[in-house]
């Protein structure tokens, strides 16, 4: 039996929400060993937290997402981080998601200094960081480049970018999460550049509901998607599929200290 790990799943998101416990039953049936929760707004910590109550196969993190930092200042997103984590470290195994989005209008200087707040919070309770990186790579390394030492591990989610970018992210002991991206037909320039990231440091993810893997995009995402991704890996990187899973299922442990 191949088990696989969905290292980024957004339950709290509306279409997903109300089926959370069907979908985690189906994943369970389908070898998905864990499932790691995605929290992108930490007002809404709680009820992601109760969402997933009951299923232990589900990790969960805490984190406010570059889009939301419009309007939260620092010292607010360091206490809910803090209180939150020191309420509930048995679930959270992460902070995150955060990181930078130059994509959209959200000022730059109020997503610096939310990452840099949540990778302090970071630092001090030696949690692994999930990182959301959108047309930012040059900030994006300046800052790892300033953290990277003291932080505990980082993973760039969902991964897309430059090669330079990539090689930057090695250098700096980055582990990747790769998602239904690499399916997309326009995505010729991205599997490219996922052959050389080392296959101890790469897991994988669906991102549900977003990023439905090709062939079954317009429709939402789920966890069962997640095979899809993995035999594409496979094809590019010319690997087994039983060794992929057995080695980003690892990683994932790895990386978020789970010793199951
Ligand atoms: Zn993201």
């Not at 020191?86 to 989005?101: H, M, Q, R």
Request: charged letters at 25%.
């Amino acid at each position: 039996m191949n088990n696989l790990i969905d290292s980024h799943v957004n339950f709290g998101h509306e279409s997903l929400k109300s089926s959370v416990s069907d979908i985690c039953k189906k994943a369970l049936e389908n070898n998905i060993e864990r499932i790691l929760s995605i929290n992108s707004n930490i007002y809404e910590f709680q009820k992601d937290l109760d969402l997933v109550k009951g299923f232990d196969f589900v990790d969960i993190s805490i984190g406010h997402h570059p889009n939301n930092t419009s309007n939260i200042s620092t010292r607010e997103i360091e206490s809910i981080l803090i209180e939150n984590i020191n309420k509930f470290e048995d679930k959270i195994v992460g902070i995150g998601e955060t990181g930078l989005d130059y994509h959209y209008e959200v000022p730059k200087n109020r997503q610096i200094e939310s990452f840099e707040t949540h990778l302090d919070v970071a630092t001090n309770f030696k949690l692994p960081c999930i990182i959301h990186m959108r047309d930012a790579e040059k900030d994006m390394i300046n800052i790892l480049e300033k953290y990277h030492k003291k932080l505990d591990k980082i993973l760039i989610h969902c991964f897309t970018g430059s090669k330079e970018f990539a090689k930057k992210c090695i250098d700096l002991n980055c582990y990747f999460s790769l998602s239904g991206i690499i399916t997309f037909k326009n995505a010729d320039k991205l599997r490219d550049i996922i052959k050389i990231l080392p296959i101890e440091r790469v897991i994988f993810e669906t991102d549900s509901p977003y990023l439905t893997p090709d062939p079954f995009r317009g429709k939402i995402n789920n966890p069962l998607y997640l095979k899809i991704i993995l035999e594409k890996y496979c094809e590019i990187t010319g690997n087994n599929f039983a060794k992929i899973c057995k080695i980003s299922t690892n990683n994932y442990k790895k990386l978020f200290k789970i010793n199951v």
